[in-house]
């Protein structure tokens, strides 16, 4: 199962989300207190809104009650935040995959907080990524396979202190039984040179950042 969790941050391009949501169709969607903002202006209707809905009109919020939306508040003195609350709730559906869409923004401290929680996800199993117009991110432990275009750009940035025995095929800047850490952040800006690529690693955390200008 696919689950889908929309925070209140940066969401600009309409038409790129509402392709998503047709492409991939999720079976679970999970809105993070304003999140559910997004969603009404895309005119998709979520499964499930968690909060202290600190970011959302309670008018707004009945109408999502009126459709028998499940809607689990809390209070607003509560030591996680909105998103986190999303990714604990939505591990309890088993999911295959979470994706994260509206969680980057202007709030630098939010968008960063949120890239830390990829880690509680991976650490039950679970493929996940955050999305935004010009970014997909992974955090991987194991190994990865994506498709794109020859000439995409990709970085591959520690997310752990050190990450060790790093495997790349199809990228133009090749590695080979490789060592990154985090103090020396060489990965930026590789490139496609096949349709498919491959990373792989034995042990850390690596982020896999698909990236446009």
Known sequence: MKVFIVSNGEMFCDDYYIKMFQDEKPQYIICADGGARHLKRLGITPTTIIGDFDSIKYEELNDYRDK?????????????????????????????????LG???????????????????INKGIKTSIRNENNIIYLIKKEIELEGKKGDIISLLPFTDKVEGIFTSGLYYSLKNAIMERKNPYGISNIFTKKRIKISIKSGLLLVILTRD
């Open 68 to 100: 028998n939306i499940e809607i689990i508040e809390y209070n607003p003195d509560k030591d996680k935040s909105d998103t986190q609350l999303a990714i604990e709730y939505a591990i309890t559906k088993s999911p295959s995959e979470i994706v994260l």
């Open 103 to 121: 969680v980057l923004g202007n709030r630098f401290d939010h968008s960063l907080a949120n890239l830390y929680l990829l880690e509680s996800i």
